[in-house]
């Protein structure tokens, strides 16, 4: 699949650049791991809170971030784009740099590859 690339710009060729394949995937998936609060009642998503981008000493964090990580996939599965493999999550926790770095393995249905994903959530996100 092709879509728009992060952050929006121009092309080479004066066009919109965008991001395809596997580049594109990664973009969908990054933007469900962020903040996707917003005033409209009626267009609540199901990405991160702002809590949970910010609140890195929080010590439940690692649980309301799996937890929000499997209700993702789980409508990415529904629309047949991933599948999560959740015996590869693994954490990383870095005290000095206010940095929680989430790593996992998950399955693309159209091409049944195996993709690894790697995000680190930081305080100054």
């Known amino acids: 699949m092709i879509g728009l690339a992060l952050p929006v ?3 080479a060729h004066g066009g919109a ?5 596997d580049g594109n995937d ?7 791991l962020g903040s996707g609060e917003n005033e409209n009642a009626f267009q609540q998503d199901i990405t991160l809170d702002e809590g949970m981008v910010f609140d890195l000493n929080d010590p439940t964090i690692r649980a309301r971030i799996l937890r929000r990580l499997y209700k993702i996939f789980d409508e990415f599965r529904i629309k047949k784009r991933f599948r999560l ?8 926790e870095d005290s000095k740099e206010q940095e929680l770095t989430l790593e996992f393995k998950y399955v693309n249905l159209e091409s049944d590859e195996d993709i690894n994903f790697r995000r680190a959530f ?3 996100d």
């Open 122 to 124: 930081t305080a100054s």
């Open 9 to 11: 710009g121009v092309g």
């Open 85 to 92: 493999k959740k015996e590869t999550i693994k954490w990383e």
């Open 26 to 32: 990664k973009k969908l998936i990054t933007i469900a």
């Open 17 to 21: 650049r965008l991001v395809e394949g």
